[in-house]
């Protein structure tokens, strides 16, 4: 269980090929891709560093970054791919 950030993402909206970009594009290991689906590794969820790189590159609306010990999430602002 995490203590200071919670990770939400919505699996169904980030395809194989974004996933792949989050995964490589995070410094400390928060995700892992299985076949074509992208998870948030639970016990990781703290290491986070909110650096933010993430938030960039998801859509709006697929992934969040909530601290727990502020009450404050931080939401993608990434665009859609066309």
Not at 13 to 33: A, D, H
């Amino acid at each position: 269980m995490s203590v200071f950030i919670e990770i939400a993402l919505d699996e169904n909206r980030i395809s194989p090929e974004l996933g792949r970009q989050l995964v490589s594009i995070c410094p400390v290991n928060i995700f892992e891709q299985n076949g074509t689906r992208l998870h948030v590794i639970r016990e990781n969820q703290d290491e986070c560093t909110l650096c933010e790189l993430c938030l960039k590159l998801a859509p709006r609306g697929t992934l969040a970054i909530r601290k727990l010990y502020k009450d404050e999430t931080l939401q993608a602002r990434g665009t859609e791919p066309e």
